[in-house]
């Protein structure tokens, strides 16, 4: 049996976890400007900012007022998260979620393939569809596809069941803004108002909309 040892100290670093933990977040707080800022919201933003490293992810996070409590209720009541990664969904905590709520990403369905080819569209959109019996109250996290987040909206406007709220950070150059961007416009442009949180630009990712989820969950940081 190998007997294993630690290697010798050569940098000065903090390597207890928790003090790593509760160092970071009161960085965080320290250099990120959260001034104006609800309570429950900037609970939100910081786990974003600690999950991405970038202090000045605030100033382009865009908030629905209600986002944050809907989305802990819906939670609350055992509602799924529906992602349209893997990546977002094996960063959602479960140990955070607060009835064991089930994390769905339907991405490598059978069904998605022919889906994609027949309609001309990415595979992340068409494993959207599938989404729609669980759609109804359901915490949506996109943070890949932008064709993910405009397919869903698409579905929404042509009367599909509504979710409790949506996390929308897809990443990218083409289609990312512009998806964001529909999203944060969709009561004004169509009458559909669900809870939604956002970040502007290309900037979003699976580690970003995880934390996003992980912050909803729970209050706790």
């Known amino acids: 049996m190998t007997v294993l040892r630690r290697p010798s100290s050569h940098y000065e670093y903090v390597d207890r976890g928790g003090d790593i933990y509760t160092e970071s977040f009161a960085t965080i707080r320290r250099e990120t400007r959260l001034e104006?800022?609800?309570?429950?919201?900037?609970?939100?933003?910081?786990?974003?900012?600690?999950?991405?490293?970038?202090?000045?992810?605030?100033?382009?996070?865009v908030f629905h007022p209600d986002v944050v409590t809907a989305a802990r209720e819906?939670?609350?009541?055992?509602?799924?998260?529906?992602?349209?990664?893997?990546?977002?969904?094996?960063?959602?905590?479960r140990a955070r979620l607060p009835r064991d709520n089930e994390v769905v990403?339907?991405?490598?369905?059978?069904?998605?393939?022919?889906?994609?080819?027949e309609w001309g569209t990415t595979r992340s959109a068409a494993a959207v569809s599938l989404w729609e019996p669980l759609l109804e109250g359901a915490v949506v996290a996109i943070g890949n596809a932008p064709t993910a987040l405009f397919h869903l909206l698409e579905m929404l406007i042509d009367g599909a069941p509504r979710p409790a709220a949506i996390v929308g950070c897809p990443v990218g150059f083409i289609g990312a803004a512009e998806s964001k961007d529909a999203l944060a416009s969709l009561a004004a442009d169509h009458g559909i108002?669900?809870?939604?949180?956002?970040?502007?630009?290309?900037?979003?990712?699976?580690?970003?909309?995880?934390?996003?989820v992980n912050a909803l969950a729970q209050e706790r940081e």
């Open 36 to 61: 104006g800022w609800a309570p429950d919201a900037a609970t939100v933003a910081v786990r974003m900012v600690h999950g991405t490293g970038q202090t000045d992810l605030v100033d382009d996070l």
């Open 193 to 212: 108002d669900v809870p939604f949180l956002t970040v502007r630009g290309r900037r979003g990712g699976s580690a970003m909309t995880a934390s996003a």
């Open 105 to 117: 990403c339907l991405l490598r369905s059978p069904l998605v393939p022919p889906l994609a080819e």
């Open 74 to 93: 819906a939670l609350q009541a055992g509602a799924p998260v529906l992602a349209d990664a893997h990546m977002v969904a094996s960063g959602v905590t």
